[in-house]
């Protein structure tokens, strides 16, 4: 009786590091990529918004099923895509081109921070993000109706 019990543990043992095995797999796996093995959509927005940047990397990783983007641009500018090339976020240290940020929310940043600028703008689910130089964070919906600063 001790031998099966011995047995039933260690076969449990050797399954839960199987599945610690399998989901690693699954989860976290990233490399790097050309420019030209972003999706078509990432790569126009890339050379619609930023055509004087080169990227420096490109990484795709996967999580689980869903896969993204993160390309880093010469001119300290990092861009998120969703697997179909949709622009997610976009992280930067100076201003943004006023051509990525929805008109809404550029309309009332200029109108209410007039001495401002906008740094980082990201899509979330079910609102979006900008960050100001000054450090303020303001959410809005997604249609670009202002809802609340955040600090």
């Not at 990529?33 to 999706?39: D, H, K, R």
């Not at 790569?43 to 983007?69: M, N």
């Not at 993160?70 to 100076?94: A, M, P, R, W, Y």
Request: hydrophobic share 35%.
């Amino acid at each position: 009786m001790k031998k099966q019990s011995v047995i039933f543990r260690r076969h449990v043992f050797l399954f839960a590091v199987f599945l610690l095995f399998s989901s690693c797999m699954l989860y976290g796996k990233s490399k790097f990529i050309e420019f030209s093995n972003l999706p078509e959509k990432a790569q126009t927005y890339i050379k619609t918004h930023f055509p004087d940047a080169k990227p420096l990397k490109i990484e795709k990783e996967k999580d689980g099923l869903s896969v993204k983007y993160e390309v880093e641009l010469d001119n300290k500018i990092d861009l998120d895509f969703n697997s179909k090339g949709e622009i997610t976020g976009i992280d930067g240290n100076s201003e943004l081109p006023d051509s990525v940020i929805p008109k809404e929310i550029l309309d009332y940043v200029k109108k209410n921070y007039p001495d401002n600028y906008i740094t980082d703008w990201h899509l979330e689910k079910k609102a979006q993000e900008v960050e100001l130089d000054n450090d303020i964070e303001l959410k809005f919906d997604l249609k670009g109706k202002f809802l609340r600063i955040d600090k």
